[in-house]
């Protein structure tokens, strides 16, 4: 039997990570975890019989004591619960939270040394020495679920990293590809939160079209596969084909290619090192018909250039990178600044705390990531408050 735990299982990776689940023979459902979708959470703890649920909150744990009445689940509620239930033994640990939020209950997972499949990429961009050193310390398996990563994963199968000679990962574009930077500028979050060709949740779908989501993974890249800096492309794909390219000293490309469904990924890692049959549409490439790449365009997607500054500074700037940013896409959200404001609140706490002794310590001790998140959400709300001053008016 197989034992298996989900952080963030009510959000688009945990669904699709309990769809392939669903299909499984001899799986024991250790732990589900998500946020306020109690009654979703519920659900599924109900279907799986769960050990455990655990929301985030705690003014949820009512309703999901009420909802799972009856069904032998335990509930619970809180960042304690969270990490008992990683600390329960368990197989193969899908860490779909999304933000920094994720980063201590991986760590947690990873003292089983099993495996645990990765989908949060703040864990990487913040603490990628402190997650990767841990796995190594408990003899542990960490796993890309980013399409792009699993791609760049396959991609390197039996290969010699040292002949490779660059990779390109890829982006859509998101609902801006061609929109003007004045009409950026205006965007809400309802239209920043309509992908064209992926079914993300609202925060995910919103840092795909300011290209925060690829500059994450620009910095995921390099902490995941030590590639350096310079060996990491991006190239804008508006048909979500093709998810990633190695390049090699011989010039030769390699390409991993499929529909835009994130059972893909998930289901390589579920089922590593082996290959099964997945329930994904095929690709069709003569009704695709084309595929087309181009330049990003830094100008109006400066997060891109950021990346690069992150991986440029070392240390903590990960951390600093992703709390600014959840910070002014939670402004962004609220409707407090602008969709190109959030680039601003970024590159600025990185420029501010720049000047803060730690910042150049190296990413592999908890406390220290977790306290320069906390200055950097504090930082980064100042100035978002003072820019959506200056936007209103006020």
């Known amino acids: 039997m197989r034992r298996v735990t989900v952080f963030g299982s009510t959000g688009s990776i945990g669904e699709s990570t309990l769809d392939l689940l669903s299909r499984e023979q001899d799986v024991q459902v250790i732990a589900l975890t998500g946020g306020r979708n109690v009654e979703r959470l519920?659900?599924?703890?109900r279907t799986f019989r769960a050990g455990i649920a655990v929301t985030a909150f705690d003014d949820c744990l009512p309703a999901l004591r009420d909802a799972l009445q009856g069904s032998g689940v335990e509930a619970a509620s809180g960042s304690a619960a969270l990490l008992e239930a990683a600390d329960r033994p368990a197989d193969w640990v899908m860490s779909a939270i999304v933000g920094a939020a994720g980063l201590a209950p991986g760590l947690h997972a990873l003292g089983q040394g099993k495996v645990l499949a990765l989908a949060n990429k703040e864990s990487l961009v913040s603490a990628g020495p402190l997650l990767l050193g841990s796995a190594v310390r408990h003899g542990a398996t960490v796993?890309?679920?980013?399409?792009?990563?699993?791609a760049i994963f396959q991609a390197l199968r039996g290969e010699d990293q040292a002949t490779v000679e660059r990779v390109i990962i890829t982006a859509s574009g998101g609902p801006f590809r061609t929109w003007s930077r004045e009409a950026m500028a205006r965007a809400t979050p309802a239209e920043a939160g309509r992908h064209p060709n992926w079914d993300m949740g609202q925060r995910i779908t919103i840092d795909s079209a300011s290209l925060?989501?690829?500059?994450?993974?620009?910095?995921?890249?390099?902490?995941?596969?030590?590639?350096?800096?310079?060996?990491?492309?991006?190239?804008?794909?508006?048909?979500?084909?093709?998810?990633?390219?190695?390049g090699f000293?011989?010039?030769a490309l390699m390409a991993h290619l499929g529909a835009p469904d994130m059972r893909h990924a998930i289901g390589h890692?579920?089922?590593?090192?082996?290959?099964?049959?997945?329930?994904?549409?095929?690709?069709?490439?003569?009704?695709l018909g084309r595929l087309d790449f181009e330049a990003p365009d830094e100008g109006?997607?400066?997060a891109l250039r950021l990346a690069r500054d992150v991986m440029r500074a070392g240390g903590l700037a990960g951390?600093?990178?992703?709390?600014?940013?959840?910070?002014?896409?939670?402004?962004?959200?609220a409707g407090r600044i602008g969709f190109l404001d959030m680039a601003g609140v970024v590159e600025e706490s990185l420029t501010r705390l720049a000047a803060q002794p730690d910042f150049g310590r190296p990413a592999d001790n908890l406390d220290a990531v977790l306290a320069m998140d906390g200055l950097a959400r504090r930082t980064a709300a100042e100035i978002a408050a003072m820019r959506g001053l200056t936007t209103t008016g006020a």
Do not use: Y
């Open 300 to 302: 109006r997607f400066p």
């Open 319 to 333: 951390a600093v990178f992703t709390a600014a940013k959840e910070t002014a896409l939670d402004h962004f959200i």
């Open 249 to 251: 000293v011989d010039g």
């Open 42 to 45: 519920a659900e599924q703890a």
């Open 212 to 246: 925060f989501n690829k500059a994450m993974e620009v910095i995921e890249t390099r902490e995941f596969f030590g590639f350096s800096p310079h060996q990491i492309e991006v190239l804008v794909h508006p048909q979500s084909a093709v998810h990633a390219l190695v």
């Open 143 to 150: 796993l890309p679920v980013d399409s792009e990563h699993s």
């Open 269 to 287: 890692a579920l089922h590593w090192p082996e290959r099964r049959v997945l329930p994904v549409e095929r690709l069709d490439l003569a009704r």
